[in-house]
């Protein structure tokens, strides 16, 4: 089965959408909606995510988007909304860095184990 996942991120006063088509059951990355880029890529000189709306995932996705930094570690993992289930939530307060080689990854799942 596959999870449809995204996240909308807020990045120098401009939001980029980011999604995937998860594959249930493996860590997948998520990718810039419109260039299909990485996080990575899309900020390759370094930025500030300020604020963040999301994630939502189709199915489930217990340890939620996680954002891992050049070495794989995770620098900061956003929280995720069953939609189905729950209403979309407002803007919330992240403040993290990005920069080259950062990933923005979700391991979902069609049930809760």
Same mark, same amino acid.
């Given at each position: ?26 860590? +997948?990355?998520? +990718? ?82």
């Amino acid at each position: 089965m596959a999870s449809e996942t995204s996240i909308e991120l807020h990045v120098n006063g401009q939001p980029f959408i980011f999604n995937v088509d998860a594959t249930d059951g493996s860590s +997948t990355e998520l +990718t810039n909606l419109v260039s299909g880029r990485s996080i990575g890529d899309t900020f390759s000189s370094g930025a500030v995510i300020s604020h963040a709306r999301g994630a939502y995932c189709e199915n489930w996705a217990i340890s939620g988007v996680r954002l891992l930094n050049e070495q794989g570690n995770v620098a900061y993992q956003f929280p995720v909304t069953q939609l189905e289930k729950q209403n979309a939530g407002g803007l919330y307060a992240v403040g993290v860095n990005v920069a080259l080689n950062y990933q923005l990854v979700v391991t979902t799942s069609a049930t809760v184990a």
